[in-house]
């Protein structure tokens, strides 16, 4: 019988193996092979990256051409911040010049998602933002301060701070909620499920299930049409 043996395994058995060999001789700590682990920046870099959303437009964030007409939208990243665009001559002019559109597509995810967010304070004084509080975006969410050091503090900790504003969304949309009883993803949702309420461009989505959860993330665009239309539908049966 042959048994497959993952490298890592292998080299703690062969780790094992030589200490047996020579159990009357020291042998230092450092000469045991232990698995590595992740350097810090990289453990703050995957938190950060999961913290994001995804890009949700449905405009190349390049041209503005819709996504999907040209085949298979391409994903790019900037500085840890996913976008999509419509062809790999997009990606490549994205590449070139990542700024121009990176300020092209913050203005418009501004503008998109402002109606949407949850509060009147900032997130981090409490404070009342006032009629022109300083609007920004990070990993393709709408963040509102009600000055730029206010900013600044939100851009030194910004998985926390986005935690906090995902807790406000939910409190803010959840009684008003359009589709409580439906996934977008897998449809009804049923007795036995136990649904989790995500939070994608400062909108709320109800899942059924976890993995319902990761494909509204990995793929937003596709579903926030769908909660848009039964939140407008439900808001309009409501009566004022
Ligand atoms: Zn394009
Ligand atoms: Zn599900």
Redesign the pocket.
Known sequence: MRIALPGRTLSWFCAAAVLGACSHERISESAIPRPEPPPADRIATDEIATSMDTYYLSA??????L?GT?GDAPEVVHNVRRYR???S??AA?FNLAPEACVERVNAIMIADQRPYYPLAVSLVSGRPLGPHPVEFVWGNRLFRASDPAERDLILSDPVRYVRQLNRAVLAAQSSSYGMPDKCPVQGDILPSDVPIDIVVANRMVRVCCGRCARVVRARPYQYLGMVEYANKHRSDAQPP
């Open positions: 190349c964030a390049q041209c503005g051409g996504l040209r665009v419509c062809s001559a997009c002019a």
